[in-house]
């Protein structure tokens, strides 16, 4: 009797010494957060998830270098130059706020909207809760009436949770609140309070928020 083939997939791996050099001597080398092996992809994704936060502060100093190295091409070339002018011009902190308070208010926005679907499941499962627990008490049921505490327990501690991750968002909107000031006519972000414990009652409040923010988001002098 034959032992059939079994097929063998060969492994590598991403060898540590892999390194992006910035400007100025600072390197970013390849590390790995956890043990065990990690395939080339995996490990050049983290690279360069690290390397676009570390070249993210250099950009200005690489567009002045190409508004200068299009500038000895402005007489062969005068659209190269105008358009690496203007992403210098777009520097200017006059000309950035409104589209940094966009993006803030688009990630709000999404961030919200996200959570106003994660309250509506809740809300399905607190109405399966409570029908269990309408049955549970029909039936005379301890061992249902138990699964239905515990249920309850852990949508409560889920509603918490919800509740303390939305109340670092006020340090957000107070960060887009005073970057609004620098734009006239601005409206102001309102904060976010407490969902409490029932994620019906929360749902209102929540979209009205998020109805707020779209509005402010829709102002003209906000880039679309």
Same mark, same amino acid.
């Given at each position: 009797?034959?032992? !059939?083939? +079994?097929?063998?997939?060969? /492994?590598?791996?991403?060898?540590?010494?892999?390194?992006?050099?910035?400007?100025?001597?600072?390197?970013?080398?390849?590390?790995?957060?956890?043990?065990?092996?990690?395939?080339?992809? @995996?490990?050049?994704?983290?690279?360069?998830? %690290?390397?676009?936060? @570390?070249?993210? !502060?250099?950009?200005?100093?690489?567009?002045?270098? *190409?508004?200068?190295?299009?500038?000895?091409?402005?007489?062969?070339?005068?659209?190269?130059?105008?358009?690496?002018?203007?992403?210098?011009?777009?520097? +200017?902190? @006059?000309?950035?706020?409104?589209?940094?308070?966009?993006?803030?208010?688009? +990630?709000?926005?999404?961030?919200?909207?996200?959570?106003?679907?994660?309250?509506?499941?809740?809300? $399905?499962?607190?109405?399966?809760?409570? &029908?269990?627990? =309408?049955?549970?008490?029909?039936?005379?049921?301890? &061992?249902?009436?138990?699964?239905?505490?515990?249920? =309850?327990?852990?949508?409560?501690? %889920?509603?918490?949770?919800?509740?303390?991750? $939305?109340?670092?968002?006020? &340090?957000?909107?107070? =960060? /887009?609140?005073?970057?609004? *000031?620098?734009?006239?006519?601005?409206? =102001?972000?309102?904060?976010?309070?407490?969902?409490?414990?029932?994620?019906?009652?929360?749902?209102?409040?929540?979209?009205?928020? +998020?109805?707020?923010?779209?509005? /402010?988001?829709?102002?003209?002098?906000? !880039?679309?």
């Amino acid at each position: 009797m034959t032992t !059939p083939a +079994i097929p063998c997939t060969s /492994i590598s791996v991403t060898p540590d010494g892999l390194c992006l050099n910035l400007p100025g001597g600072a390197a970013i080398c390849l590390s790995y957060p956890s043990a065990g092996l990690a395939s080339a992809i @995996a490990g050049t994704k983290m690279l360069l998830a %690290q390397a676009n936060v @570390a070249l993210a !502060p250099l950009m200005p100093f690489f567009r002045i270098i *190409e508004c200068l190295d299009a500038a000895k091409d402005l007489l062969f070339d005068p659209d190269k130059f105008f358009t690496a002018l203007a992403n210098v011009l777009a520097m +200017i902190p @006059a000309l950035t706020v409104p589209v940094l308070v966009a993006n803030a208010l688009d +990630i709000l926005i999404l961030y919200l909207q996200g959570l106003y679907a994660q309250l509506q499941a809740f809300v $399905v499962q607190m109405q399966a809760i409570v &029908a269990a627990a =309408t049955k549970a008490t029909a039936l005379g049921c301890p &061992a249902l009436a138990l699964q239905v505490d515990c249920a =309850t327990g852990q949508m409560a501690l %889920q509603m918490a949770g919800i509740s303390s991750g $939305v109340a670092p968002l006020n &340090a957000l909107v107070s =960060t /887009i609140n005073i970057l609004l *000031e620098l734009v006239p006519g601005a409206p =102001t972000v309102p904060s976010f309070s407490d969902l409490g414990p029932d994620p019906a009652a929360a749902l209102v409040p929540l979209q009205a928020t +998020i109805t707020a923010l779209q509005a /402010i988001r829709a102002l003209p002098f906000f !880039p679309t």
